[in-house]
């Protein structure tokens, strides 16, 4: 009887059709704002890119079966963006000034930021132009620590103490390094006839694969 069972299920498997090839170019059919195309190349690589507005990302790295599904994972692991504290200044222009600039020195705008200060709430903002952002006319309170972030990207700086006695023009530097640039990390692909259902973020993206 277990004879004949172990039988049955070999021949199950052998008739089970394989799972499709993966290789191919497929884009994202989710949605007209989102372009975005990955490639899953026969060698055991894979390429992403996604635009989405101001948001643009890619990965490149290999892929493995697993099952009637593959994985990605990003190679070489990406460096982190990080901002880090800049040059510090006393200047009677304003109350206090905040400035955002890339490694290289060019101005950076969109930045969000959180300002606490010496007592009550916070002020959440961001900072809007090549001009740096300002203390709003009639706040007298005194800033202690500010916070900054790219929400569309998942960054988020350290808690950066102020001394605003010493320096009120504060600037910080954003190095990019690998901004943008996905870590996957075994990230489950379902590979199915002509298209590809990438699991990511609590989601599935439905990509088609190019005739």
């Known amino acids: 009887m277990r004879a004949g069972l172990i039988l ?18 497929y884009r994202l059919r989710d949605g007209p704002d989102v372009a975005s195309e990955l490639r899953i190349l026969s060698d055991g690589r894979f390429e992403y890119a996604l635009a989405a507005g101001a948001l643009d990302e890619y990965a ?4 493995r079966r697993a099952g009637s599904q593959i994985r990605l994972t990003t190679r070489p692991k990406p460096v982190p963006a990080a901002f880090s504290a800049g040059k510090a200044a006393r200047t009677d ?50 800033p202690v ?27 910080f530097v954003l190095t ?23 699991h990511r973020g609590g989601g599935v993206m439905t990509y088609v694969k190019e005739r």
Request: proline share 11%; glycine share 8%; no cysteine.
């Open 8 to 25: 049955a299920a070999a021949l199950l498997v052998a008739a089970a059709p394989p799972a499709p090839d993966p290789a191919g170019r």
């Open 60 to 63: 490149s790295g290999t892929w």
């Open 176 to 198: 990019p390094n690998d901004l943008g640039r996905i870590d996957f990390e075994d990230l489950p692909v379902d590979v199915e006839r002509g298209r590809l259902l990438v």
């Open 145 to 171: 620590a500010v916070t900054l972030a790219l929400p569309i990207y998942g960054l988020v700086s350290p808690r950066f103490p102020i001394d605003a006695a010493t320096a009120n023009e504060l600037t």
């Open 93 to 142: 222009a304003a109350p206090f000034t905040l400035h955002v600039i890339w490694a290289e020195g060019r101005e950076m705008n969109g930045v969000d930021f959180t300002l606490e200060f010496d007592s009550g709430p916070p002020l959440s903002d961001y900072i809007a132009s090549d001009e740096g952002w300002s203390l709003p006319a009639g706040e007298t309170r005194r």
